[in-house]
Structures are given as C-alpha cells and as structure tokens.
C-alpha cells in the first residue's frame, strides 16, 4: 500500500528553537498534503492544507507565521514550527493524498523545553 | 465545530468478543472513512464507505452507514489484542478535508 514517512519521529528542544518537519510520499505522487496537530487522547485537528507550488491554507485559528508549510514538490511538504515555545509541544501528523484515501505520517512528537 | 462525535469513548471486551463503535456526524459527506491508530503513531485507514453505499465489509471488518440519521458504525468481529487501538471516524465534503471524530479508545483484554 501507499507509503508515507514522516521525519523526525521525536524531536526535543529549547524553548525559541525553530523545528522542521518533512512528510514524504514514498511511491505516490501527492498532489494534497495535510498537516494534523494532536492532542493526548484527543482527536486530530487540521491545520492546513496544501498544495504542491502553492500556498497553503491554513485553517482558523492557526497561525501560518508560526506554522510555516513549503510543498515544493509533489512527494515532499515540510511543516517548519517557528521560534517554538512550551505551548507548541504536540503530536504533529501529516497525510498525502494522491486518489483516495488519505495516508497518514507515522506522526512526530514534538517537545518544547 | 464540525466534529463528529463517537461512542462509546472507552470500550474493553474480551478477546475473541465482537466491538462495535458509533459514529455521529453534523453535515452532509461524500464518504465516511475509518481509521486505527496505535497508540504514538499515525493512522492506518481501515474501510471507505461512499454516501451512497449503506453497508460495507472487509474482513473482520463490517461498516455501516446511516445518512438520515447522520451516523455510522464499526463492528469488528471475533476481536483479538492486536485490535487494541483508537479508532476514528473522519468524514469528507466535496473539499477532500478530512474532519475526525473524537475517537474510540478500544481495548482487548486477553
């Protein structure tokens, strides 16, 4: 079936540090990519959408000077949490989607300090 | 908030014991889609069921669909502990975006 890798699985850092985050489409050509934030035993909630050589759209709420998505290419899309803080620590998933269904990232799990 | 609701939000049944979880939904969908996830890792998309399709099966797997009462259901059959999970209901519109419901956190006792 479709794979998508998700790199880096853990990350931990300080408080102000930048944190780059790559979803890729391993056998697939995505022309969607989704970017999901996770809270402990919560749902999944979107944060943006986007599109390969356009902007993304990022839903209400989230803030796209913060949550810097890129989707250069149409198996990569990187999400680039800016100047993190506590408050961003979270389990970040991202999708892809070529036809149906989506298929999700193995998730990141991102600790602030 | 669009999200769907599921129930129960905790279920423990002995291995071997059917599960069966609901799905509620608040706007009209193309499809209704079913997910697993284990716990700390992504979701594994388990079964599709189109608006217009009201029953779909896969396995042990046996999905149902209600659009008039906006709801579905996941009944997993003859459970084993490898099912232990969290299982979502997602749905999507003519967007393609996914809206999750709130999940259930299923548990197989050996």
């Known amino acids: 079936g479709a794979v998508v890798s998700q790199h880096p699985s853990w990350v931990i850092c300080k408080s102000g540090t930048s944190v780059k985050i790559e979803c890729r489409s391993l056998?697939?050509?995505?022309?969607?990519m989704f970017w999901y934030r996770q809270f402990p035993k919560q749902s999944l909630m979107l944060m943006a959408t986007?599109?390969?050589?356009?902007?993304?759209?990022?839903e209400q709420g989230v803030e796209k000077d913060k949550f810097l998505i890129n989707h250069a290419s149409l198996t990569l899309s990187t999400l680039t949490v800016t100047s993190a803080h506590p408050e961003d620590s979270s389990f970040y998933i991202c999708?892809?989607?070529?036809?149906?269904?989506?298929?999700f990232g193995d998730g990141t799990r991102l600790s602030i300090l | 908030s669009q999200q769907g609701e599921e129930d129960p939000q905790a279920l423990s049944i002995q291995e071997g014991e059917n599960a069966t979880m609901n799905c509620s939904y608040k706007?009209?969908?193309?499809?209704l889609q079913w997910y697993r996830q284990n716990s700390g890792r992504g979701l594994v998309h388990l079964i599709l069921?189109?608006?217009?399709?009201r029953e779909k099966h896969s396995g042990r797997l046996r999905v149902t669909l209600d659009t008039s009462k906006k709801s579905s259901s996941l009944l997993i059959t003859a459970s084993r502990a490898a099912d232990t999970a969290s299982y979502f209901c997602?749905?999507?519109?003519?967007?393609?975006?996914?809206?999750f419901g709130t999940g259930t956190r299923l548990t197989i006792i050996p």
């Open positions: 997602a749905t999507d519109a003519a967007n393609e975006k996914l809206t």
């Open positions: 069921i189109r608006s217009n399709e």
């Open positions: 999708s892809a989607q070529g036809d149906q269904p989506q298929h």
């Open positions: 056998d697939f050509q995505a022309t969607t």
């Open positions: 986007s599109n390969e050589g356009s902007k993304a759209t990022y």
């Open positions: 706007t009209s969908i193309n499809n």
